[in-house]
């Protein structure tokens, strides 16, 4: 007896020693998927490519300075799928996602799915997993279509934009919104490489997303798979909500030319509308923990009701001064995004009027609090333009309308 607890104990400190040495062993990272080497569902043949809406799959011209290999060499990954359109540049190293059991991603997914075999008839309808190519596809249909929707819903065209001799309006100096350059995006899947982007071109520390704008007038969305892990979304529509919302800010900037700074509660208003339409359960702005219980945290609604209620909302006139969205609280998301979906909603309004009004440079020059008051008075008077009431008339007309169309509950 004495002996098999004397051998029972050493087991014990054995596997206690073994599993020690297994924590202090650094544990190696799953290696890279190895991408196809060429795409799969058009099999690069120029008439597929031109079907699909597609330029180029690389390499070509990134933005002013930038090529697409300087951007691997750069990041320090030798393979980046690439794919031009008609208005974007998208590279993504995202890896093969398995759809997990949740209904609503997947019924989203398939819906999509469905959309692009119309162009790629080689791509699987079901939404089971998803490969690095069909991802990229995936992104691409995302971005085009939300750009498509976003001239459609102020009532532009790309014709618009081709600035014949006779137009009278002032549009910008580019095709692309009145952008120059194409608007660029790049999804990683590790964070490490869209830092050492970030660092270089845009001279941002490491952070969990990058927006910005690139030499020669590109305006530019970065995110990583780990980051939104780290986030605590694993969800791909997670990501695309993102995307959504980034892609949404910078079509606001790139509007008329990217030298005419536009209105924060304005694009990020509309960021947050686009962004929840893809998925509303999950938000970068808001945490979970801010606005109730995790299982109905997403549910806005009803928090702004109660907000609105015990007047714990931003006046209209104060959102109008906003230079910094890092510095916004949960209702102050959540009131920009109710606002926005209000105004965006009423009859008889002529958006793409409204788009023009808010986009009126303000005074070239101003920093910091001048600058904030001189982009107000650009909003107080494309607000009194097309509605025809002043900031804090709306404010009132939007309090009741809230307390009365969200639940309490």
Not at 4 to 15: G, H, P, S
Not at 44 to 67: M, N, Q, R, T, V
Not at 227 to 240: A, I, R
Not at 294 to 320: K, Y
Request: charged share 25%; aromatic share 12%; glycine share 8%.
């Amino acid at each position: 007896m004495l002996f098999l607890l004397v051998a029972t104990e050493a087991w014990v400190r054995l596997c206690t020693l073994l599993a020690m040495l297994a924590l202090a062993v650094p544990q190696q990272e799953k290696p890279d998927e190895v991408f196809e080497k060429s795409d799969p569902y058009t099999r690069g043949a120029k008439e597929e490519l031109a079907k699909a809406g597609y330029e180029s799959f690389g390499p070509f011209h990134w933005a002013d300075g930038i090529e697409t290999k300087d951007i691997e060499e750069t990041c320090g990954i030798a393979r980046i799928l690439w794919v031009e359109t008609a208005h974007f540049r998208l590279g993504s190293t995202l890896q093969t996602y398995e759809c997990p059991p949740d209904d609503l991603e997947q019924a989203h997914l398939k819906f999509e799915l469905a959309r692009l075999a119309k162009r790629l008839p080689r791509a699987r309808r079901e939404p089971t997993k998803l490969d690095p190519w069909l991802r990229l596809h995936l992104y691409a249909q995302r971005l085009e279509e939300q750009y498509a929707e976003f001239e459609a819903r102020f009532g532009l065209n790309d014709a618009q934009f081709e600035h014949k001799p006779d137009s009278k309006e002032d549009l910008g100096p580019g095709r692309y919104l009145g952008s120059e350059l194409k608007y660029t995006v790049l999804l990683f899947s590790k964070t490490a490489p869209l830092a050492r982007f970030g660092k270089r071109w845009l001279g941002i520390e490491e952070q969990g997303y990058y927006r910005g704008l690139l030499p020669g007038g590109s305006w530019f969305f970065g995110a990583s798979a780990e980051g939104m892990k780290k986030l605590e979304c694993n969800l791909d529509s997670g990501l695309h909500a993102l995307l959504a919302y980034a892609v949404t800010e910078n079509l606001c900037d790139g509007f008329r030319g990217s030298k005419r700074e536009k209105p924060l509660w304005w694009k990020h208003g509309l960021g947050l509308v686009y962004s929840r339409r893809i998925e509303e359960r999950w938000s970068v702005h808001v945490e979970r923990t801010a606005t109730g219980s995790e299982a109905d945290a997403w549910r806005w609604e009803p928090r702004l009701n109660a907000l609105v209620a015990n007047n714990f909302v931003p006046a209209f006139d104060e959102m109008l001064v906003w230079a910094n969205g890092t510095q916004l609280d949960a209702g102050q998301h959540m009131s920009a995004w109710s606002r926005v979906s209000w105004l965006l909603a009423q009859e008889k309004l002529d958006l793409r009027a409204f788009l023009l009004a808010i986009s009126e440079p303000s005074d070239v020059g101003l920093s910091g609090t001048e600058n904030a008051a001189a982009l107000a008075e650009v909003s107080r008077k494309a607000l009194r333009a097309a509605f025809g009431k002043s900031p804090a008339e709306l404010d009132a007309i939007w309090r009741k309308w809230a307390l009365k169309k969200y639940p309490k509950r």
